[in-house]
C-alpha cells in the first residue's frame, strides 16, 4: 500500500492542487491507510467514519490543513489573491454594497491599503476620518463620479451599518459632509449602462440596504420621496417601518405599483396603512419603469392571484374596489376559483357575489380543488375545452409549483394534458418556480416527466442554477429544502455551471456538494 500523502503546509493552494489531495485523501481513506485516517479524525473526530468520507468532507479536511474555516473558505482565499489590485477593489466596492461581508474582511486582510483605494470606498466603509479628510484635501470630490456612480451613492448603497451598526452615526455625518461640499440629495444613476431609468441614494439607503436613519436623514434633508423605487422595495422590508417613514414625509402612491406589491405579502396591516393614505383599489399595475398599464387587474383581482385571504379581499371591497370588473375574462369569484383560492370564494359568495361558471371556469375550478372526477368529466363532455382557457390558465403551473402542498393539483393538470415544461411568469418553467422555493418532491415530480433541465427563465438561470441561487436569495428559503433540490437535479443530469455561479452563490453545504458532483 502506498503511503498517504502528508498534509500541506498551511498557505493557500491552488484550487486544483486542493481538489486533487482531496481526491487523493479520498482514495487513501477508502483504501485503509492509517496516516488519511489520522488526517481525517483530526478534523472530524467521531462524528463521521472515515470510510463514509465523500469528497466534500475531503474538501473540507484539505481546507483545514491549508489553514482555512472550510472549502468555500479557502476557495475564497486562493481566489481573492489571484485578482490584481483593480479587480480587488472592485470586488470590494460590490461586496460592500451587497453584504458580503466575508468577502470583504477577506479583500482587506489580504490587502489594507484597499480601504483607501478610492474616495467611495472610504464613504462605503463609513471611515470617517480619512473621508473626511479626503474631502478637505479635494472639496470637489464630493461631485465626481466614480465609476458608474457619485459619491453619495458610494455611501447610501452601502450596507456596512449591517456589519458595523457604531458606524451608523458616521455615515450620517458623512452625508452631511457631501452634501455640504456640493453633493445632490436626488443624484440619480442609470439602474443599467444607458438607461434613462434612474437609481437615487434615498432607494439605496431604504430599498436596498435598509437603513432607516440614514433614509430618514436623507429625507429631512430635503430627498424627494417620490422617486419610483423607494416605496416599492420598503413594501418588502421585514417590517413596516420603511413604508410609514415614507409616508411622513409625503410619499404618493401615484404611478408606482408599491400598493401591489404590499398585496404580494400577507399583511392587512400594510394593506390598511396603503389605503389609509390613498391607494386607489382600482388603480393600475403599470409596466415598469414606464407609465403604462400592464393589464387590466384591480386590486381585488390581484390579491386573489396571489393568494391573499378573504379578510383582505373584504378590506377591499369596503374601500370600493370594482367587484364588477372582470380579469382575465373571469369574475372575481371565477377567478378565485380558478386560483384555488377558497378564502376568497368564500367570502366572495358570502357577500351575494358568486357567479355562474363557464365550463371552462368549472373545470379549472375542479382541478384547484383536486376534483380529478368532475376535471375528467368536463374535458370528456367538451374537448373542445382547451381553447377556452387564457395564457395565465396554462401558465398557472409556475404559480403553482412554489407550494408542495399544490402537488396533487399539479400531478393532475398533468394527468389532463397541462405542458409540464411551459414558462409561466418571470419566463420559468414550473420546476424553475419549486426549485427557487426549495420544494425538492415537486422538483423530483418534474424530473420524472422529462422536463428540460437546462432551458433557461428570463433571468438566465437553469433550473440547478435558480435552485442555487433561491438557497441564498429566496424570501421562504428557511423553509426550503434546497440541498434536496440539488441532488436531485444533478441526478438526473442537471450541468453544473460554474462560470455561471453555480459553485459560489449558494451557502456552504450546496457549494460542498456541487463541488463534490463536479467532473474531474
Known amino acids: 500500500m502506498s503511503p498517504s500523502p502528508t498534509p500541506h503546509d498551511p498557505h493557500p493552494l491552488s484550487l486544483d492542487e486542493a481538489r486533487k489531495a482531496a481526491k487523493t485523501l479520498r482514495k487513501h481513506l477508502r483504501a485503509g491507510d492509517t496516516a488519511a485516517i489520522t488526517r481525517f479524525r483530526a478534523v472530524f473526530a467521531s462524528r463521521k467514519a472515515p470510510e463514509d468520507a465523500n469528497h466534500a468532507d475531503c474538501l473540507h479536511v484539505v481546507a483545514r490543513e491549508a489553514g482555512a474555516e472550510s472549502w468555500p473558505r479557502l476557495k475564497l482565499a486562493v481566489e481573492t489573491a489571484n485578482l490584481n489590485r483593480e479587480q480587488r477593489v472592485q470586488v470590494l466596492e460590490r461586496a460592500i454594497a451587497n453584504g458580503n461581508f466575508t468577502l470583504m474582511d477577506r479583500l482587506l486582510v489580504l490587502d489594507p491599503t484597499l480601504a483607501d483605494a478610492h474616495f467611495g470606498i472610504q464613504l462605503a466603509l463609513a471611515n470617517e476620518d480619512a473621508a473626511q479628510a479626503a474631502l478637505a484635501s479635494d472639496p470637489a470630490a464630493a461631485t465626481k463620479v466614480i465609476g458608474r456612480r457619485w459619491p453619495i451613492h458610494h455611501l447610501c448603497f452601502s450596507m456596512i451599518h449591517q456589519h458595523d451598526p457604531a458606524r451608523g452615526g458616521a455615515m450620517i455625518t458623512l452625508l452631511d459632509d457631501l452634501l455640504a461640499a456640493g453633493a445632490d440629495v436626488d443624484q440619480g444613476f442609470p439602474a443599467e449602462p444607458g438607461s434613462d431609468h434612474l437609481l437615487r441614494p434615498l432607494y439605496g439607503a431604504l430599498g436596498h440596504a435598509n437603513n432607516l436613519p440614514l433614509a430618514a436623514a436623507l429625507l429631512e434633508r430635503g430627498a424627494n420621496p417620490n422617486d419610483n423605487e423607494s416605496l416599492y422595495h420598503a413594501t418588502e422590508l421585514p417590517d413596516l417601518d420603511g413604508v410609514r417613514l415614507l409616508f411622513a414625509h409625503g410619499a404618493e402612491i401615484g404611478h408606482t405599483n408599491a400598493f401591489y406589491r404590499m398585496l404580494d405579502r400577507d399583511s392587512i396591516e400594510g394593506v390598511h396603512l396603503f389605503l389609509e393614505h390613498g391607494a386607489d383599489p382600482n388603480g393600475w399595475l ?150 427557487w422555493w426549495g420544494q425538492a418532491d415537486v422538483v423530483a415530480f418534474y424530473i420524472g416527466l422529462g422536463v428540460d433541465l437546462e432551458t433557461e427563465n428570463m433571468f438566465g438561470g437553469t433550473a440547478l442554477g435558480t435552485a442555487v441561487h433561491g438557497a441564498s436569495h429566496c424570501p421562504g428559503r428557511a423553509d426550503g429544502d434546497y440541498l434536496g433540490c440539488v441532488e436531485k437535479l444533478v441526478a438526473a443530469g442537471a450541468r453544473i455551471l460554474p462560470a455561471d455561479g453555480h459553485l459560489e452563490m449558494g451557502p456552504e453545504e450546496i457549494t460542498a456538494y456541487l463541488e463534490d458532483a463536479t467532473p474531474g
Not at 382557457?389 to 402537488?407: K, P
Open 286 to 435: 403599470y409596466t415598469h419603469p414606464g407609465d403604462r398599464r400592464a393589464d387590466d387587474r384591480n386590486a381585488l383581482h390581484h390579491a386573489i392571484i396571489r393568494g391573499r385571504s378573504g379578510e383582505i379581499g373584504a378590506l377591499l371591497i369596503d374601500r370600493g374596489v370594482d367587484v364588477t370588473a372582470r380579469f382575465d375574462g373571469r369574475s372575481p369569484y371565477a377567478l378565485a376559483l380558478a386560483c384555488g383560492n377558497r378564502s376568497m370564494a368564500d367570502m366572495l359568495a358570502a357577500r351575494g357575489l358568486a357567479t355562474e361558471l363557464s365550463p371552462a371556469e368549472q373545470f379549472l375550478a375542479a382541478i384547484a380543488a383536486d376534483n380529478a372526477a368532475a376535471a375528467r368529466a368536463a374535458v370528456s363532455s367538451d374537448p373542445d375545452l382547451w381553447q377556452d382557457l387564457s395564457e395565465l390558465d396554462l401558465n398557472r403551473q409556475t404559480d403553482l409549483a412554489s407550494d408542495a402542498s399544490n402537488l396533487p393539483v399539479l400531478e393532475l393538470m398533468v394527468d389532463l394534458g397541462f405542458d409540464p415544461g411551459r414558462k409561466g411568469e418571470s419566463g420559468m418553467p414550473p420546476i424553475h418556480a419549486a426549485a
